[in-house]
Nanobody, 125 residues
Framework: QVQLVESGGGLVQPGGSLRLSCAAS????????MGWFRQAPGKERERVAA????????NYADSVKGRFTISRDNSENTVALQMNSLQPEDTAVYYC??????????????????WGQGTQVTVSS
């Protein structure tokens, strides 16, 4: 069982930055792929970034490549999403999620077994 708690959301102006954090419970954190998803009103939930259990493999949605960076600290059981050059279209509820690391960073929300409660990110002037 993995419990996830996100923090760090808020209101930011276009072009600004935010850093989201996700704290995980459990002693097997390194065995899980961690992903960040987002869901805007009226849209499907999409994966924006994922990182392997060991932290050596990452994957990003095309819409955030070069602007967002995912990282993890297995000694602290945390995963972070650094978001730069934020735009209004990045406005959404952001979720931290986990699935067992079987060698792939699975892309669909249905593949992830554990979810945080979500944190709102609003990009507006």
């Amino acid at each position: 069982q993995v419990q996830l708690v996100e923090s760090g959301g808020g209101l930011v102006q276009p072009g600004g930055s935010l850093r989201l954090s996700c704290a995980a419970s459990g002693r097997t954190f390194r065995r899980y792929v961690m992903g960040w998803f987002r869901q805007a009103p009226g849209k499907e939930r999409e994966r924006v970034a994922a990182i392997s259990g060991g932290g050596t493999i990452t994957n990003y949605a095309d819409s955030v490549k070069g602007r967002f960076t995912i990282s993890r600290d297995n000694s602290e059981n945390t995963v972070a999403l650094q978001m730069n050059s934020l735009q209004p279209e990045d406005t959404a509820v952001y979720y931290c999620a986990a699935h067992f690391d079987g060698g792939q960073l699975l892309p669909r929300s249905e593949d992830y077994n554990y979810w945080g409660q979500g944190t709102q990110v609003t990009v507006s002037s």
